[in-house]
Nanobody, 126 residues
Framework: QVQLVESGGGLVQAGGSLRLSCAASGRTFSSYAMGWFRQAPGKEREFVAA????????YYADSVKGRFTISRDNAKNTVYLQMNSLKPEDTAVYYCAAKSSRGVVLTTKRYEYNYWGQGTQVTVSS
C-alpha cells in the first residue's frame, strides 16, 4: 500500500512558478513509477508528467514540455513537479499517482496507476 499526499498548490499570476510535492508513505517508494495528472473543471483528468522509479526516465505532455520538470528524491519518498511560465490554462487540481514498476517505460494512462493522492489546487490568474 502507498499513500500519497500532495502539497504546494496555490494562486499564482501568469508567468509565475510553483513547485508541487507529493510525499509517499511506505518503504517501497523506489519500486514505483510516479506520475502527475491534472483535472480542470468540466474536463477529464489528463496526464502531465511521469518519472521512472530511478528518476532516469521522464515523459511530459506536449502542453507542459519545456515549462514543467518532474523529479524525485527516493531518500525522502517524494516526487516533485516544478512548474514555470504558468498559464491560465494550467489551472486545475493536480494529482500525483504511483504505478508499481521498476521498468523504464512510462505510461500516460490513468488506469495503469495503482494509487492516487487527494489533489492540490493550482490557480493561475491572467
Amino acid at each position: 500500500q502507498v499513500q500519497l499526499v500532495e502539497s504546494g498548490g496555490g494562486l499564482v499570476q501568469a508567468g509565475g512558478s510553483l513547485r508541487l510535492s507529493c510525499a509517499a508513505s511506505g518503504r517501497t517508494f523506489s519500486s514505483y513509477a510516479m506520475g502527475w495528472f491534472r483535472q480542470a473543471p468540466g474536463k477529464e483528468r489528463e496526464f502531465v508528467a511521469a518519472i521512472s522509479w530511478s528518476g532516469g526516465s521522464t515523459y511530459y505532455a506536449d502542453s507542459v514540455k519545456g515549462r514543467f520538470t518532474i523529479s524525485r528524491d527516493n531518500a525522502k519518498n517524494t516526487v516533485y513537479l516544478q512548474m514555470n511560465s504558468l498559464k491560465p490554462e494550467d489551472t486545475a487540481v493536480y494529482y500525483c499517482a504511483a504505478k508499481s514498476s521498476r521498468g523504464v517505460v512510462l505510461t500516460t494512462k490513468r488506469y495503469e496507476y495503482n494509487y492516487w493522492g487527494q489533489g492540490t489546487q493550482v490557480t493561475v490568474s491572467s
